[in-house]
């Protein structure tokens, strides 16, 4: 009969044994910059921003409200970059693809602004 474990499996640990043997824990990881988008690059890019999808080869594609917008990130890129690589282990997000939304405007709703 073979061994059991003492205590049961947690879900996380299962869920990251499945994507281990599935060979996607690794995009998995790196896809995590989407929804850590804002708190990575701040609630000024954020707004004006929204990640779309990461490419197996670490290409990140990125919605952006304007012209305006997509020159500024352009030059911002390897800061951003730093930072959306700053969580050791994970693997980093090679470069930026800067696509322009066709419904321009504020990605996300920001703060109310007196009239």
Known sequence: MADR???????GDLLGQVLANAGIADRVAQAAVVPEWASLVGPQIAQVTEPMSVTPDGTLF???A???WMTELSL???????SLNGVPGRPPIARLRLVLRKD??????GPERPA
Not at 104 to 109: F, L, N, S, T
């Open 5 to 11: 474990p003492t205590r049961p499996t947690s879900i």
């Open 62 to 64: 990125v919605g952006v």
């Open 66 to 68: 304007s012209h305006g």
């Open 76 to 82: 911002l890129e390897p800061e951003l970059l730093r």
């Open 104 to 109: 321009g405007g504020a990605m996300r709703p």
